[in-house]
Each structure stands twice: as C-alpha cells, then as structure tokens.
C-alpha cells in the first residue's frame, strides 16, 4: 500500500515562497507519475501540477505556470512543489497523489486518474 505524507506548508506573505514535500512509502516510487492538488474551502480539488516517473515530463495549472515548479528525486522517494510569487487565491490545503503507470512519460491532471492521496498540507497567503 501506498503512503504519501506531505509536509512543508504555513502562513507566508504575499509575494513569498514555499516549498512542499511529499513522502513516499510503501511501493517503488520511480513506478509512479506524481501530481499536486489543492482545495480551497467552499471549492473543488483542482490540479496544480504532475510530473511524470522520469520526471521528464511535466503540466501546470494555467494559474501557476511560471510560479510554480514540480520536481521529485527518486533517490529519496519524494516530490517537491516549489511555489514562488505566492499569492492570496493560492491559499488552499495542498495534496499529493501518486498513480502507479508503466509509461515513464505519462502524467495525470484529473484527480479521478489517481489512486493514491496524502491528507495534505495547509498553505495560507496573506499579510
């Protein structure tokens, strides 16, 4: 079975940054295309972004490209969301999720597509 715990969120100022993890356990993680949601209260879990097992291959939300950047390092199990120019509407409970997939390029931006959820973590913008 697999564990996703994320890690990494808080209270940062407009314009600041931060950066989330995600642990991964339980299965091989280089098997697994990755993905970063949020959920805003009174709104629906949107995507954020995905990176594939290889990590060659990437997709962001329209509203962080270029803010925003997915990573992982499959040494260490983990994925990482680096956001940058944070702003007011980014404020929202962040989640990881892991889909296992025999296609090293393949990523996934509908949250149905995932098996594997974390419980999240809480980024808050605001002065």
């Known amino acids: 079975q697999v564990h996703l715990v994320e890690s990494g969120g808080g209270l940062v100022q407009p314009e600041g940054s931060l950066r989330l993890s995600c642990a991964f356990s339980?299965?091989?993680?280089?098997?697994?295309?990755m993905g970063w949601f949020r959920q805003a209260p009174g709104r629906q879990r949107e995507f954020v972004a995905t990176?594939?097992?290889?990590?060659?291959?990437?997709k962001y939300a329209t509203s962080v490209l270029g803010r925003f950047s997915i990573s992982r390092d499959n040494a260490v199990n983990t994925t990482y969301l680096q956001m940058n120019s944070l702003r007011p509407e980014d404020t929202a409970v962040y989640y990881c999720?892991?889909?296992?997939?025999?296609?090293?390029?393949?990523?996934?931006?509908?949250?149905?597509?995932?098996?594997?959820w974390g419980r999240g973590t809480q980024v808050t913008v605001s002065t």
């Open positions: 999720a892991a889909q296992f997939t025999y296609y090293i390029n393949n990523v996934y931006e509908d949250s149905t597509q995932y098996t594997y």
């Open positions: 990176i594939s097992r290889s990590a060659g291959n990437t």
């Open positions: 339980g299965r091989t993680f280089s098997s697994y295309a």
